[in-house]
């Protein structure tokens, strides 16, 4: 895959992810616990046999990884973990009687935080619990969340007992100067008997977690992570770009910024591994930051129209409402989103009053819905068909969304999108920059101050 340079130089700006739409620092406290339940019953109602995906959050990490981004709590204490999981499972109970037990569960994600922190016998509890409330569908996909360090066989022993069949491990970098400086040591060999034990037990799919933009990190250092993890032969690579905003996250002023590659050298790296990955290894660019065999099933749902987005990422599983269990989850129905509490004493709180832990959302207007349409087209499978839309939301698509396009006419100019008069098309360059398309379509992003925008990581 060709990589233009000065492209990316050009279009590399700070942006959404477009995991949803509107995005999550557009939720707000109007939509709380009643407005959730009235949503649950709605969507229960309308669609009895819909499939769901199950998203649980296990907040806890034994240490700090100084670039960390995600909603996590730093514990030594077994006490605190066994404590959470009975919560937990408390807050499942209390959703679960809600959802009609005809509706199959074909997906599964636990996040984090550190799943495997859990032990294996707490890890076989909560997964018995799950299968004791909802309906698994009997292909569903059922994915864990671990860190080698700290992994043993049991752990995955008991994740495959309980129907888990893909693992995701946190790579980041292999060299042990970057580790250090990130707080993260992690000897390859600890990554590399973690992928054994997933094969040898049946784990069907092994997701890799890279991220560049690191500090120290260098073409070289990428070159020998690149080689380790493709001879790892992982199914799936996730490439992060590190997002360094010291000013929302606190510790991450514990990287020293000169020790971070300047703008130009990120770039190389991310065109280094892109090439090494889809060139070399034979990964299938999935968009914007994964990577997968040919025969993935992420492949297989991009190629046949299916893939979706969701807050977990890439998902191959359309038109399933997420539920979310623990601290922070988001929950995404079809007419809402919803978060639960990122307090973990108001989480035990509620939940000791048997009340559910939701405390900010959003619904989407009519607008939303088209909007975020044409973004998930885009994002997923770099084509909208305006007939489609035009056909779904009874609107003139050239029309109704003519500042959009003018937006992307300069994208035009550069190659990175066709506009058509029948469908918008991401070529291949714009896939690399589809974040940038996908804004385009951001009626929020453009109605928002500069200086009043979120922090987002760059596009590239």
Sequence with gaps: MNVDLDLFRQYNQSLPRYTSYPTAPHFGEAVGRETFRAEVWRANTAAPEAPLSLYLHLPFCRQLCYYC?????????????????????????????????????????????????????????LGEHLRDRFRMAPDAEMSIEADPRG??????????????????????SFDPTVQEAINRVQPERLTRTAVQWARDHGIESVNLDLVYGLPHQTPDTMADTLGGVVDLDPDRIALYSYAHVPSVLEHQRLIPEEALPAPTERLRLFKQALE????????????????????????????????????????????????????SGIHQLSGLYAQNTKNLR???????????????????????????????????????????????FNVDFDAHLSAALDRLRPLEQDGLVALGPDAITVRPPGRLLVRNVAAAFDAYLHDTAPDAQPAYSESV
Excluded at 151 to 172: F, K
Excluded at 350 to 355: G, R, Y
């Design 69 to 125: 981004g995600c909603h996590m709590k730093v514990t030594h204490d077994p006490a605190r973990i066994a404590k959470y999981l009975r919560y937990l499972k408390r807050e499942i109970d209390l959703l679960a009687p809600m959802l009609s037990s005809d509706r199959p569960v074909t997906q599964v994600h636990w996040g984090g935080g550190t799943p495997t922190l859990l032990s294996p016998e707490q890890i076989r509890e």
């Design 151 to 172: 992994l043993t066989e049991n752990h995955i022993a008991a994740a495959r007992e309980i129907g888990m069949n893909r693992l995701s491990l946190g790579v980041q």
């Design 276 to 327: 090494r990955l889809t060139t070399t290894a034979g990964y299938r660019f999935i968009g914007l930051d994964h990577f997968a065999k040919p025969d993935d099933e992420l492949v297989l749902a991009q190629d046949n129209g299916t893939l979706r987005r969701n807050f977990q990422g890439y998902s191959t599983r359309a038109g399933a409402d997420v539920y979310a269990f623990g601290l």
């Design 346 to 392: 108001t989480y035990y709180d509620q939940i000791d009053q048997d009340e559910l832990t939701v405390y900010r959302g959003y619904r989407p207007t009519q607008e939303d819905r088209l909007r975020r349409h044409v973004i998930m087209q885009l994002m997923c499978n770099a084509e909208v068909q305006k007939g489609a839309v035009e056909a779904q």
